[in-house]
């Protein structure tokens, strides 16, 4: 049986371009960048290299790129690392309610430190409502953390305007752009961010290699101490391998970046419309309009998004009810909650994130397997 993986937003396949740039730094490279001899001091210049590549290509500067392990690890250390920091500028910051887990359970974390959050809404697109951020923004609000694409519902978020917002206002802006690579130009002075965070196993880079962007004019304090590596904002011995793949894999997404936008958009338009016309009662999460090209969130009215996924999963068709980290607490999501969807649809949805190895070819077999799946599935729920 042929694997049909349609869950990129949880993981891509690396790309073997970006994988022969990183064999080296396993096989001969080994040499720790934190070393004074030669091997490490070579790869001390090609981290050097890496962030010079990474930060013209965001618009950036290379002193503020710091490596991490995920992105999990980058939005933690923003956020508690931001807020612990600058307790003289206040104990508030915002978020907003779509965020990914790793967001959400940094903000939590640090309720018990004795500082607040309060969550931006989102309107039925999965979009957030900037009136409502401007009335929640208080005088001790130190961080806005918004993220710039949604990883359920694709939903791109107004980021420049969020960024004025909060440069007019002095407070601290953060956006986690996991999932806007290659989708958006990532922008950091136009955006007037302080702090960006990336992952590179979302664009077919290796798993377990993430970036921080970190504006280091504002005081932030490690979540991880240790030999002092990235000017003692993450220690830890560098992951030569990692960042040599993320680096290539992000100069290959936006130097590829048109060709691949048409692509991954024209196999989900295609997939969505014979959706439509072989399926009866579903409907998309969030306007097409307001997503990026690789994403479709949709419901099956009364049919549970897990039976689906699991039914799919056993004919080779891998696809995903939401974020890969709540994929095993099989819980109603913030996000399908967040954007108001009623009660008969919570639990019907799937998501479907198309990407660079998937095939219009392929779209047939998924549809046709889907349609046994929901009919099969609708024997045993009212909807026919
Ligand atoms: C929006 C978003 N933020 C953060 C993460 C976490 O990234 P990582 O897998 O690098 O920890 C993910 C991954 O699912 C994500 O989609």
């Not at 694997?3 to 730094?25: E, F, G, H, Q, S």
């Not at 791109?156 to 290659?182: L, M, S």
């Amino acid at each position: 049986m042929v694997n049909i993986y349609i869950d990129n937003a949880a993981t891509t396949k690396i790309d073997k371009r970006v994988l022969k740039k990183m064999i080296p730094y396993f096989e001969n490279k080994y040499g720790n960048a934190s070393s004074i001899h030669f091997m490490g001091q070579e790869n001390d210049l090609k981290i050097t290299e890496c962030k010079k590549e990474i930060a013209q290509i965001i618009n950036g500067n290379q002193n503020n790129i710091v490596f991490t392990s995920s992105a999990t690890e980058a939005n933690n250390l923003i956020i508690k690392g931001v807020m612990r920091a600058n307790r003289d500028k206040g104990n508030h910051f915002l978020i907003s309610a779509i965020e990914h887990p790793c967001v959400l359970s940094s903000a939590r974390e640090l309720l018990d430190e004795g500082f607040k959050f309060d969550y931006i809404p989102v309107d039925k697109n999965g979009v957030i409502i900037l009136d409502e951020l401007k009335k929640k923004i208080k005088p001790e609000t130190v961080l806005i953390s918004v993220m710039t694409v949604n990883n359920e519902i694709g939903s791109i978020q107004p980021i420049a305007e969020i960024g004025k917002i909060a440069r007019e206002k002095n407070i601290y802006f953060h956006t986690d752009a996991v999932q806007a690579v290659p989708y958006l130009k990532i922008d950091i002075k136009k955006w007037q961010v302080d702090f960006l965070s990336l992952s590179a196993h979302k664009f077919y880079g290796p798993q377990g290699a993430g970036l921080a962007y970190i504006n280091k004019d504002i005081k932030i304090k490690p979540i991880i101490v240790g030999g002092g590596q990235e000017d003692g904002l993450r220690s830890g011995t560098y992951n030569m391998a990692g960042i040599v793949g993320l680096t290539e894999a992000f100069k290959l997404a936006y130097k590829e970046r048109d060709s691949y936008l048409k692509e991954v958009r024209e196999v989900r338009d295609y997939f969505w419309k014979e959706l439509k016309k072989n399926i009866k009662n579903i409907r998309i999460n969030g306007d097409l309009k307001y997503k990026t090209p690789n994403s479709l969130n949709v419901m099956f009215e009364g049919i549970e998004g897990e039976a689906i996924l699991i039914d799919l999963s056993l004919k080779g068709i891998h696809v995903s009810t939401g974020s890969a980290c709540s994929a095993q607490n099989l819980r109603v999501s913030s996000v399908i909650k967040a954007i108001g969807v009623s009660d008969e649809y919570m639990n019907s949805n799937v998501r479907f994130t198309f990407g660079r190895y998937n095939k219009k070819k392929e779209i047939g077999r998924v549809v046709k397997e889907l349609v046994k799946t929901v009919d099969r599935l609708r024997k045993f729920s009212s909807i026919k």
